[in-house]
Nanobody, 125 residues
Framework: QVQLVESGGGLVHSGGSLRISCAFS????????IAWFRQAPGKEREFVVM??????ASADNVKGRFTISRDIAKNTVYLQMNSLQPDDTGVYYC????????????????????WGQGTQVTVSS
């Protein structure tokens, strides 16, 4: 059974940085595609960034500002967020799917089987 637990959210000023974490519980961590999604108040959840097999992909609105990384030894995925803007405010969710079950576009929620509870990130102007 896979469990994902996000942490590290908080309040940051516009232009600031924050790193959030996703702790993975389960087997074969390296065999999972891991993604970050976010949901702003009153909006649908949207894809942010993902990592799989050493490669990464990110949404256009975070390219050059957000970086995803995976620490195999700690079973943890990090999202480093720089140059944060108020539009980055939202609940950030970690999602995972085993490579054998990976289907569909990486940017779609339905492509992932496991979700964390989310961590709130608030960027003040």
């Amino acid at each position: 059974q896979v469990q994902l637990v996000e942490s590290g959210g908080g309040l940051v000023h516009s232009g600031g940085s924050l790193r959030i974490s996703c702790a993975f519980s389960g087997l074969s961590f390296s065999m999972y595609h891991i993604a970050w999604f976010r949901q702003a108040p009153g909006k649908e959840r949207e894809f942010v960034v993902m990592t799989a097999g050493g490669g990464t992909a990110s949404a256009d609105n975070v390219k050059g500002r957000f970086t995803i990384s995976r620490d195999i030894a700690k079973n943890t995925v990090y999202l480093q967020m720089n140059s944060l803007q108020p539009d980055d405010t939202g609940v950030y969710y970690c999602a995972a799917v085993h490579v054998e079950h990976a289907r569909g576009p990486i940017s779609q929620e339905g492509s992932y089987r496991y979700w964390g509870q989310g961590t709130q990130v608030t960027v003040s102007s």
